[in-house]
């Protein structure tokens, strides 16, 4: 068992986003991303399902022809090859799980 404790990892980069690997494994893997307001990644793809969990903040998640808001509590998911992106409307922390692993 192994426990993480996000609340510690919390760090923002005002010059971009700050995202990091907390948990890598052969099956899976959980980045933590933290964004100032504007920060956020431009659209792309992964052959892996990828599920963003909301921990503060509010969200724009894309994907083609179509934007989600998120806050906290919100999970959003991608299937593979499915576009996605984000831009953090304040402050925004969130763990993407990747799996299966790329």
Not at 20 to 25: A, C, E, K, R
Not at 49 to 77: A, H
Not at 87 to 99: M, N
Request: charged letters at 25%; aromatic letters at 8%; a negative charge.
């Amino acid at each position: 068992m192994k426990k993480l404790d996000t609340k510690e990892m919390i760090e923002f980069n005002p010059d971009s986003k700050n995202s990091f690997l907390i948990f890598d494994s052969e099956q899976a893997r959980l980045a933590l991303f933290c964004s100032e307001p504007g920060q956020g990644v431009k659209k792309c793809c992964s052959s892996s399902r990828v599920m963003m969990t909301v921990l503060e903040g509010k969200g724009v998640f894309l994907t083609d022809g179509e934007e989600i808001e998120g806050g906290p509590g919100s999970v959003i998911i991608w299937e593979p090859g499915e576009p996605h992106g984000y831009i953090a409307k304040t402050r925004l922390v969130f763990l993407a799980t990747i799996a299966p692993r790329p």
